[in-house]
């Protein structure tokens, strides 16, 4: 029976990685190409930040409002609505010809981000053997980085023959696949859905979130990491084809970006287990403030700038499993739902601030002034985790 069990739970555990592998594979597609189009459709690359901004702050308030619809539905059927949601997004992308729309479609984007990735984090969780979490998470942060891998390479790949349209219609059909195919699989919740949703107090279970003193470095550390993820992801596309590469050489560049997490967060998931996660968070800061910084004082030369590039990535690596890990560590079954579904506005808080921020060092410093910035900022989080 032990055996049988174990059996299911590492099946579903494999389903729900596979999902969170199309996902990520699939969003990706578009990474090469999508801050050029914003960039093209705004006229100035100081506008981009501010409409990819509009996400993260949609982002915020969906993800506390669908506590609820978790709550009544269940993990797997939310999961469904967002990769619906996705598809839908892509699409309109096709007939998207003006900053305006471009900025409307981030509210929907960010409703199919929030609805999606709360569901699979979850799922992870009810999917994972007991005494097992960090191991668990890393296997499927890798299933996700090497879905991101992919993808970047699938999107340079297909825009350097073919028209932005083109790219957004084959992660529209991709998305429509993944929904069809999460309908067939069978995965535990881990919890049951009730209709008891008029009692859950937003402020109440933030408040009680923000006691527990290792909740609040998990959120913490997440909102430094993504807010300096989110700005140098979107205008990593950019600096590269000012530089005169094209697009298949920058999903190429954004590939190797991507090595670190596949390199390192498996063992730093088991490796923070026994040495505790505080270590490798605090690590992590340090290295992307300094790599920050060395991409300031190298800005131009292109081949320096990518070398550091990668090692800020490798700061990346160390820290993104563990926030996540820290969390379901410190949630049950009672509090599961508004835990994940608080901690998850600091990944949107960043997609706000960070994008924001970054086009206004834009118009005040330029883009290599918006990589010292980002250095004073990510020592001021690395000083947070460490006291």
């Not at 690359?45 to 901004?53: D, K, M, N, Q, T």
């Not at 619906?84 to 199919?112: E, G, N, R």
């Not at 890990?325 to 600091?346: H, P």
Request: charge should be positive.
């Amino acid at each position: 029976m032990f055996k049988e069990k174990l059996r299911m739970r590492l099946s579903q555990l494999t389903d729900v990685a596979i999902i969170a592998f199309l996902v990520a594979m699939t969003t990706s597609i578009t990474s090469p190409v999508f801050p050029v189009f914003a960039e093209k459709l705004a006229g100035r690359p100081e506008l981009v930040g501010p409409i990819a901004s509009v996400f993260g702050l949609s982002a915020i308030f969906i993800n506390l409002y669908i506590m609820r619809f978790f709550e009544r539905d269940g993990a797997l059927r939310n999961l469904r609505l967002g990769l619906l949601l996705f598809s839908l997004v892509f699409a309109s992308y096709i007939l998207i010809t003006s900053p305006l729309m471009l900025a409307l479609a981030q509210v929907a984007l960010a409703a199919a981000v929030c609805f999606s990735w709360t569901a699979l984090s979850i799922l992870v969780k009810s999917s994972s053997k007991r005494g097992n979490l960090g191991e668990s998470e890393g296997e499927y942060f890798t299933f996700v980085n090497f879905g991101v891998l992919v993808g970047v390479l699938l999107g340079g790949a297909i825009a350097i023959s073919s028209s932005y349209s083109v790219v957004f219609l084959y992660a529209s059909l991709i998305f429509l696949g993944t929904y069809f195919l999460a309908q067939r699989i069978g995965i535990n919740d881990g919890f049951k859905p009730h209709n008891n949703i008029a009692k859950i107090d937003i402020l109440q279970e933030a408040r009680r979130f923000f006691r527990d003193r290792k909740l609040r470095m998990a959120y913490m550390a997440n909102v430094g990491l993504y807010f300096w993820a989110s700005a140098s992801l979107l205008y990593l596309p950019i600096i590269l084809k000012s530089l005169g590469f094209d697009f298949q050489k920058i999903g190429m560049i954004l590939a190797v970006m991507i090595v670190p997490f596949l390199m390192l967060e498996y063992p730093v998931g088991k490796l923070a287990q026994k040495w505790g996660s505080k270590i490798f968070i605090s690590a992590g800061f340090f290295v992307i403030a300094l790599a920050s910084l060395l991409i300031y004082l190298n800005y131009g030369a292109i081949f320096s700038m990518i070398l550091f590039f990668f090692l800020s990535f490798m700061g990346s690596a160390a820290i993104e499993p563990l926030n996540e890990m820290i969390v379901n560590a410190r949630s049950s079954g009672k509090n599961e739902v508004q835990n994940m579904a608080i901690f998850k506005t600091s990944l949107r808080l960043a997609y706000f601030l960070g994008p924001l921020c970054a086009g206004l060092f834009i118009s005040f410093f330029g883009i290599s002034g918006m990589f010292l910035a980002m250095s004073v900022i990510m020592v001021g989080f690395w000083w947070i985790i460490e006291k």
